[in-house]
């Protein structure tokens, strides 16, 4: 099995062959948009962080930017800095080391946000007609990393749409490629069935510390995290706790060895199947997902959610009946679970849609041109 | 023929409706040899968990074979089984 991808430098491939715009830190927004929304081929990824914060964090945002910059989706990449937040030289030689084109445009330097657009869209303009000329070959699926995710979450997610996309991950994983999952606070409740599958001692450890370390985040707030996660849609749509939640979240990864754990805006090392620290709301988790390399996500919903990704196709899977008729214009696939069809055979369904979307099929996300708001999850406060 | 409602784990004491559900309903789940018919005391919604035995105060709630919480009620068979008679162990700041 293969799909159309675009070659890179560092050997990867992309399902997209986008010129990323991004934005280094939340003052230079309005410019990676402007730019990003003049010249086709482009497309912005801006964020709410990259300043007033403290070391952890920061060092949170610079390696999320990094890897997002990596993404074997994007072609080339032009930062949008504005100057004074002083990691813009730092973020272009850490995408620069995955040998793409990469070019910096910082507003105080150039004389303001005026000088800075003009520039960034002559910049932009000559990566998009060099990016255009890349043509998509055959690869091998082995170079695919899925990235999954489950959001507005109903009790089918755990009972269809999850296990049907973990069934794809296992067939993915068995061909050699990788998948990616995460949203720490739902595997709180299951942490303990996934550290049994951890390859390593450690990897098992590091499992059940990223939990942990979730929920004391939880216990330091004083008050009891159902409301928040279970969100208040979760309860409505029948999950009763956090535990209910994750012990039908977990599945989406598939049943093989967990290789590894990432912190956020880490990049995973080797194939298989891999955890990622972060939160489960939307436009955090899923930039986790898309700095860690995915390709393409996988994101199942019960409720319903609309998300996309500004370079990553976003394909939308529900167990839910009324929710795949009522929001037909988000969703891109139903699994049947009352029809008792097998999650091997809906996985199959599942895993030949992703190598359509990464051979270049847009999603619904995509064709309605959503999840233009994502940002980077951090831990602490701004000051 | 659809199901009505589905039961994961042999060892799961709640079933999950797969449409809505009325009170009085009798509704069989199964696994394998593993078969209960339960008669519904209230109504279930579409995605909501009924008890499919009797559940005592302070005992877990299990599905997908595994504990999701803990009964703050004595819940009878045929009941709904939602935040109103279950507790979560996790994340609870609560409770310190």
């Known amino acids: 099995m293969s799909f159309w991808g675009y070659p890179r430098p560092d050997g990867s491939a992309g399902a997209r062959n986008y010129v990323g715009v991004i934005s280094t830190v939340t003052c230079a927004n309005d410019v990676a948009q402007w730019i990003a929304e003049k010249v086709p081929g482009c497309a912005p990824f801006t964020h709410q962080q990259g300043c007033g914060q403290t070391k952890p964090d920061m060092e949170t945002v610079h390696r999320t930017l990094i890897s997002l910059g990596c993404n074997p989706n994007l072609a080339a990449v032009v930062l949008v800095s504005l100057g004074c937040e002083g990691s813009a030289d730092h973020i272009v030689d850490g995408i620069a080391a995955s040998g793409k084109p990469v070019a910096k445009v910082a507003i105080q330097e150039l004389g303001g946000v005026g000088a800075a657009f003009a520039e960034g869209l002559r910049l932009a303009r000559q990566m998009a007609e060099d990016a255009s000329r890349i043509n998509p070959q055959e690869v091998d699926d082995s170079q695919l990393m899925i990235g999954v995710k489950c959001g507005a979450s109903d009790t089918t997610s755990g009972l269809g749409a999850n296990p049907s996309i973990g069934a794809a991950c296992d067939m993915l994983i068995a061909r050699g490629g990788s998948c990616i999952f995460g949203e720490t606070p739902e595997i709180m409740g299951a942490e303990h069935i996934l550290a049994t599958r951890a390859v390593s001692p450690e990897v098992g450890h590091k499992i059940l510390e990223i939990v942990d370390r979730m929920e004391r985040r939880a216990l330091a707030m004083g008050v009891d995290m159902r409301g928040a996660n279970p969100s208040r849609g979760n309860i409505a749509a029948g999950l009763t706790s956090i535990e209910e939640k994750s012990l039908g979240a977990i599945v989406k990864g598939g049943t093989t060895p967990i290789k590894g754990v990432c912190e956020y805006g880490e990049r995973p090392q080797g194939k298989g199947l891999f955890i990622l620290d972060g939160p489960g709301q939307e436009p955090k988790a899923v930039t986790g997902l898309a700095a860690a390399g995915a390709q393409v996500i996988l994101f199942s919903t019960g409720i319903g959610a609309p998300q996309g990704f500004p370079f990553v196709p976003v394909i939308k899977v529900t167990a839910n009946p009324q929710t795949y008729q009522r929001l037909s214009e988000h969703m891109d696939l139903y699994v049947d679970i009352a029809a008792q069809a097998d999650h091997l055979q809906l996985g199959r369904a599942l895993f030949d849609e992703t190598l359509a979307v990464a051979s270049g099929k847009r999603t619904k996300a995509e064709l309605l041109g959503y999840g233009n708001f994502p940002d980077i999850w951090v831990t602490g406060t701004t000051f | ?96």
């Open chain 2, 1 to 96: 023929m659809q199901k009505k409602a589905i039961l994961i784990d042999k060892k799961d004491n709640v079933a999950t409706a797969l449409c809505e559900l009325n009170k009085g309903d009798s509704i069989d789940v199964g696994i394998e040899d593993h078969a209960v018919t339960t008669v519904l005391s209230q109504d279930i919604p579409f995605g909501h968990k009924y008890a499919l035995k009797d559940i005592g105060q302070g005992e877990a709630v299990v599905k997908y074979g595994e504990a999701i919480g803990l009964a703050t009620q004595a819940i009878r068979q045929g009941e709904h089984v939602h935040i109103h008679n279950v507790e979560s162990q996790k994340g609870r700041g609560d409770k310190r």
